[in-house]
């Protein structure tokens, strides 16, 4: 996991690289963007950089854009295109009953019946942006530190959803609405508070993705510029922050006793 924030969005932007030469230069769509594909590796000579695994149901990228259904991510960072496209699937399924509302779990996932589905670059892109979204609100600071008080039917949890109409909808309202994306921010960790900025800039691009595709260097240039305002001393600020409280404690503590 990111020792810091800087470090954090340069592995997202990592990823975007990594999936764009993968579209430019090879013709390949990864197709299965989420938080557990999505990793940090520390390199030999200092650093680290941000990758994806789990290639294994990338595809050469069809003229038509048409692919099995299979392969197509994990509802809860599924782009609200082929959330759309999957919930048509499912009610055909169903025959127009709704599933009862049950989290998303790798043994109740619903059967789907053999068919395709629309998928280009752009929503691996909008996938991304939920992974940032899951952590910013389910993780509370580094080294992968997940957020103990959990926020009861938070965004993410109202995304991790069987009833995939009902994703749609939550997902379409998150980006249609000014108070989703207040709520959004006031269910964002206070440790990720300097990436609220980001947060929202990183929304309004994908508000008409399934309408106007985002492109790779609208989300590069994005993430290039939140990159260059973090600083690079994160770490270090944070260590002399903590110092001067843990000093101020003793202090305190030293002052009560010579006064008793």
Request: with cysteine; net charge negative.
């Amino acid at each position: 996991m990111f020792r810091t924030l800087k470090e954090f969005v340069k592995a997202l932007r990592d990823i975007v690289i990594i999936q764009c030469t993968a579209v430019e230069e090879r013709k390949v769509l990864y197709r299965d963007c989420s938080l557990n594909n999505a990793m940090i590796v520390d390199l030999l000579g200092g650093g680290s950089k941000g990758f994806l695994i789990d290639w294994e149901f990338a595809v050469r990228i069809n003229p038509d854009l048409k692919y099995a259904i299979g392969g197509t991510g994990t509802i809860p960072f599924m782009s609200c295109g082929l959330l759309a496209q999957l919930s048509d699937a499912q009610q055909a399924v169903l025959g127009g009953k709704k599933p009862k509302y049950i989290l998303k779990m790798s043994s109740n996932t619903l059967a789907l019946p053999v068919s395709h589905v629309i998928q280009c670059f752009s929503d691996d892109l909008e996938s991304l942006f939920f992974i940032f979204i899951w952590i910013c609100i389910k993780f509370c600071g580094s080294h992968g530190q997940v957020h103990q008080d959990m926020i009861g039917n938070s965004i993410p949890d109202r995304w991790n959803n069987m009833d995939l109409e009902s994703c749609v909808a939550f997902k379409g309202n998150f980006f249609a609405t000014k108070k989703e994306e207040c709520c959004l921010v006031d269910e964002i960790h206070p440790y990720f508070k300097d990436l609220i900025p980001l947060t929202k800039e990183w929304c309004t691009a994908l508000k008409d993705n399934m309408e106007n595709p985002v492109s790779f260097n609208t989300i590069l240039t994005l993430l290039n510029t939140h990159l260059d305002r973090l600083p690079d001393d994160e770490e270090l600020i944070s260590t002399v922050k903590t110092l001067r409280k843990s000093a101020a404690i003793l202090t305190d503590r030293v002052e009560k006793h010579a006064a008793s």
